[in-house]
C-alpha cells in the first residue's frame, strides 16, 4: 500500500509552503519509510543569490540551445521536467529520461496516424491513436523506474507542439533542448543550495 499526501506548514512570518511527502507503508513487514522534500527557504540561502543564479543560467541555456541550433522553448520543456519531481540528481536524470520517451512515443503516434488516416479518416485515426498513447503513457507510470507521468506527457507535448516529420533525428533534436533544460534547472537549485548557503 502506498499513501501519498501533501503537508501544510507555516512559518514563523505567516508564509506557507506545501512540501510534498512520500509514504510508503509495508503492511507486511511493518516498515515504514517517510521522505520529505523540503523547498528552499530564504534562511538557507540568499533570495537575491537565487535570483542571480536562475536569471543567469536561464541566459546561457537560451544561449546554449541558440548555439546548437535547437528550439529554446523546448530547453524550458526539459527545465520544467526537472522541477516536477525530486529535485535531486537521480530524479533529474529520470524525469528527463521520461521526457525522452514521451519524445519517441509521440514520434511513433504521428507516424501511427498518418498510416491509418489513409485507411480511416484523419477524425478517426486521431482519437484512436490518443487513447491507445494515453493508456500505455498512463500504465507506465507503475514503472519502478521511469514513472514520471508528467514528464512523458511533457515529451508528448513538446513533440506535437514542435510540428516536425517523425524521425530520430527530430527526436534527438527536441531531446537535446530538454537535456540543456534539465541541466540548467538541476544548476539552478543545486547552486544555490550548496555554494550560496555555506558563502
Not at 543567469?56 to 546548437?68: E, G, P, R, V
Not at 527545465?79 to 512515443?105: D, K, M, Q, Y
Not at 490518443?130 to 507506465?140: D, E, H, P, R
Not at 516536425?164 to 544548476?187: F, K, M
Request: proline share 4%; aromatic share 8%; net charge positive.
Amino acid at each position: 500500500m502506498q499513501v501519498h499526501s501533501q503537508l501544510m506548514l507555516v512559518g514563523q512570518i505567516g508564509q506557507s509552503q506545501l512540501i510534498p511527502v512520500e509514504n510508503r507503508l509495508d503492511c507486511r513487514s511493518g516498515r515504514f519509510r517517510l521522505q520529505v522534500v523540503t523547498p528552499m527557504s530564504h534562511s538557507q540561502t540568499s533570495l537575491r543569490g537565487y535570483i542571480t543564479v536562475t536569471v543567469i543560467t536561464a541566459s546561457l541555456a537560451a544561449a546554449s540551445a541558440l548555439a546548437f541550433s535547437l528550439p529554446v522553448w523546448a530547453m524550458f520543456v526539459g527545465w520544467i521536467a526537472f522541477f516536477t519531481r525530486g529535485l535531486t540528481t537521480r530524479s533529474t536524470i529520470e524525469n528527463l529520461g521520461c521526457v525522452w520517451l514521451g519524445l519517441g512515443v509521440g514520434a511513433l503516434a504521428a507516424l501511427t496516424i498518418s498510416a491509418l488516416a489513409l485507411v480511416l479518416s484523419v477524425s478517426v485515426a486521431l482519437p484512436l491513436v490518443v487513447f491507445v498513447v494515453a493508456l500505455i503513457v498512463v500504465g507506465l507510470r507503475g514503472l519502478p523506474v521511469l514513472n514520471n507521468l508528467l514528464g512523458y506527457f511533457l515529451g508528448l507535448v513538446a513533440w506535437f507542439a514542435a510540428h516536425l516529420e517523425p524521425s530520430l533525428e527530430n527526436v534527438a533534436h527536441l531531446a537535446g533542448a530538454g537535456t540543456i533544460g534539465s541541466v540548467a534547472g538541476w544548476i539552478s537549485h543545486f547552486i544555490p543550495c550548496r555554494v550560496l548557503k555555506t558563502a
